[in-house]
């Protein structure tokens, strides 16, 4: 079965950095694609970051190119979004998902989904 874990989520203050984890199981994450995406209150799932399969591309929305990094460990068969210098505007739940040959940040191209991690930023 597949599943994907996330955490590292938490509160930090504006100009903060967090790392969040999107641990798999059930599946040996070197053939899939990972995307992280993120849902503000109020606001619709937005794509924030995707890491390919086959060469380790990156993407990246435009709101985040410069401050997050994301790269993948396969032997932890995990995938890791750095997020630097942080805003409030980058507030709200972040997920992780899955597919095979994903080049987007379109979500309907994943198949499948964590639970997501709540990130605050506040002072």
């Known amino acids: 079965q597949v599943q994907l874990v996330e955490s590292g989520g938490g509160l930090v203050q504006p100009g903060g950095s967090l790392r969040l984890s999107c641990a798999a199981s059930?599946?040996?994450?070197?053939?899939?694609?990972i995307g992280w995406f993120r849902q503000a209150p109020g606001k619709e799932r937005e794509g924030v970051s995707c890491?390919?399969?086959?060469?380790?591309?990156?993407y990246y929305a435009d709101s985040v190119k410069g401050r997050f990094t994301i790269s993948r460990d396969n032997a932890k068969n995990t995938v890791y979004l750095q997020m630097n210098s942080l805003k409030p505007e980058d507030t709200a739940v972040y997920y992780c998902a899955a597919d095979v040959g994903v080049r987007s940040l379109k979500q309907a191209d994943f198949g499948s989904w964590g639970q997501g991690t709540q990130v605050t930023v506040s002072s």
């Open positions: 890491i390919s399969s086959s060469d380790g591309s990156t």
């Open positions: 059930g599946f040996t994450l070197d053939y899939y694609a």
